[in-house]
């Protein structure tokens, strides 16, 4: 059966334009002049035989029928490009290389991983981590995409942010059972958690809480940030938690947050791509569903 398409570049023409409701628009959008664009919709008003715009002046406006036209033509060429690129990426494997701090690696990233390898399955992900005090290139690492705690200076790369961090005292309910914490004060009678990678974590709440460090001896220290975590969830102490790294730990009751307040800003997660691969396809998709996944 054979179809009665229009003439496939006046459709083109039509699209950008009705999407701008402006021929000037649509002209630099498809590198072609004003003039283009409108003989392109007058010959798609020709063939269809009826207008797709009302003409105000040197304005131009989408008539009823060119409103609901534009859905359908729309859809179609969104059709078009997805199936176009199901096409290209089938029977290859591509490798998408991720660099990520460590303990946001095992408590963010991994976890939502599958849902982008759904989305994508032909892509191979290859996942390295780096401390958080190495600047970013100086892992000897291969990557696509990196993230770390930011704002930050990246030379020749984009950035962006897509995830915020806030942090509060956490510990396991069976500590808090024994020995409660029911002010910043009571924080005196427990072993803090701390991380060489977070030096200024607990003295800077410390100190918005009211509480003289000096008054808080007891502590262990671990060179990793999640093994403090780890150790909270142990019973070990009581440590700094990251929201929302931990929110599997709370929803399951591994662990409680003590006290609500004062909730500290901590810095926040940046994808960070260099400069020349900003514009690759996968790159890119992957530096979305970043940002989609941060909103769930």
Request: charged share 20%.
């Amino acid at each position: 059966m054979s179809r009665k398409l229009p003439p496939l570049q006046a459709l083109r023409a039509f699209e950008v334009a009705a999407r701008f409701e402006n021929f000037s628009a649509a002209a630099e959008e498809l590198h072609v002049t004003h003039g283009a664009v409108s003989r392109q919709v007058a010959a798609l008003e020709a063939w269809l035989g009826m207008q797709v715009f009302h003409r105000i002046g040197k304005r131009v406006q989408l008539t009823d029928d060119g409103r609901r036209y534009l859905l359908t033509v729309q859809a179609a060429f969104d059709n078009i490009a997805s199936a176009t690129r199901q096409l290209r990426e089938s029977g290859t494997v591509r490798v998408l290389h991720i660099n990520s701090l460590t303990t946001f690696a095992m408590r963010w990233l991994l976890p939502r991983l599958s849902g982008f390898q759904r989305l994508y399955p032909g892509v191979e992900l290859k996942l390295s981590t780096s401390a958080a005090q190495q600047p970013l290139g100086e892992s000897g690492e291969l990557f696509d995409v990196a993230i770390r705690r930011g704002p930050g200076h990246w030379p020749n790369c984009v950035s962006g942010e897509f995830l915020g961090e806030s942090e509060l005292p956490v510990c396991s309910p069976a500590l808090l059972a024994r020995t409660p914490i029911r002010a910043a004060g009571d924080l005196a009678a427990h072993t803090l958690l701390h991380s060489d990678t977070r030096p200024d974590a607990w003295p800077e709440w410390l100190a918005q809480a009211g509480v003289a460090p000096a008054l808080c001896k007891k502590k262990q220290s671990f060179n990793h940030f999640y093994l403090a975590l780890q150790a909270a969830v142990d019973g070990l102490g009581v440590a700094l938690g990251p929201l929302p790294l931990i929110a599997d730990e709370l929803a399951s009751g591994r662990l409680v947050i003590p006290l609500a307040e004062p909730v500290i800003r901590a810095r926040s997660y940046w994808w960070i791509v260099a400069r020349h691969q900003a514009e690759v396809p996968l790159i890119k998709h992957f530096c979305d569903w970043l940002e989609q996944e941060s909103l769930r």
